[in-house]
């Protein structure tokens, strides 16, 4: 159940900021809070933002997020190559009773 | 500190059965809904199915809907997937994973089970 949308890749350079964008619709984001994983390349996943914005404890506040409407955006100010991991976003699904997780979007720090 | 650890990750033949179990400690596991997660080689993640407290409530995703079922012992700290009729897409690693309030928070993950499906 691929509903949500992300771009495949993002990159910028060192100290940058880069966005992910998750595009849903009005039974998923459009209704329900937003999550955000961050998943380095053979490791576990771990939960980066929760409630649309909300960061775990340990967490900087490098990470941002935001809900507007039918999608979600996860913020990255001042980038370090240890910011290299793919990215997910995920929500409730109200029209399928089911969890959805976007497609995944990996960040390149040029 | 919250433990989660997966066991029953095996090869098995397409058509073949699997039972994956996840062993839970330093929470009430009584209290909190449980979810298994997905990941194909080489792929994103993929929500499998979920378990509310008390076993009552079980949802799945539609690729594994009538094929799995999800089921948790909560006198043992445990949560299974009974895995059925296996495909050779069900190839992945799974992950055993603890919510923490809405089931979309998945505050925990286990280190996974990897799951072949091969002839």
């Known amino acids: 159940q691929l509903v949500l949308t992300q771009p495949p890749s993002v990159s910028a350079a060192p100290g940058q900021k880069v966005t992910i964008s998750c595009s849903g619709g009005?039974?998923?984001?459009?209704?329900?809070?937003v999550s955000w994983y961050q998943q380095f390349p053979g490791t576990v996943p771990k939960l980066l933002i929760y409630d649309n914005y909300n960061r775990p404890s340990g967490i900087p506040d490098r990470f941002s997020g935001s809900k507007s409407g039918t999608s979600a955006t996860l913020g990255i100010t001042g980038l370090q190559t240890g910011d290299e991991a793919d990215y997910y976003c995920?929500?409730?699904?109200?029209?399928?009773?089911?969890?959805?997780f976007g497609i995944g979007t990996k960040v390149t720090v040029l | 500190e919250v433990q989660l650890v997966e066991s029953g990750g095996d090869l098995v033949q397409p058509g073949g059965s699997l039972r994956l179990s996840c062993a839970a400690a330093?929470?009430?596991?009584?209290?909190?809904?449980m979810t298994w997660v997905r990941q194909a080689p080489g792929r994103g993640l993929e929500w499998v199915s979920t378990i509310n407290e008390n076993g009552a409530n079980t949802y799945y995703a539609d690729s594994v809907k009538g094929r799995f079922t999800i089921y948790r012992d909560n006198s043992k700290n445990m949560v299974h997937l009974q895995m059925n009729g296996l495909r050779a897409e069900d190839t992945a690693l799974y992950f055993c994973t603890k919510t923490g309030g809405r089931v979309t928070i998945l505050t925990h993950w286990g280190q996974g089970a990897p799951v072949t499906v091969s002839s």
């Open positions: 330093g929470f009430t596991f009584s209290g909190s809904p």
């Open positions: 995920v929500t409730w699904d109200s029209s399928l009773n089911a969890i959805v």
């Open positions: 009005n039974s998923n984001i459009g209704k329900n809070y």
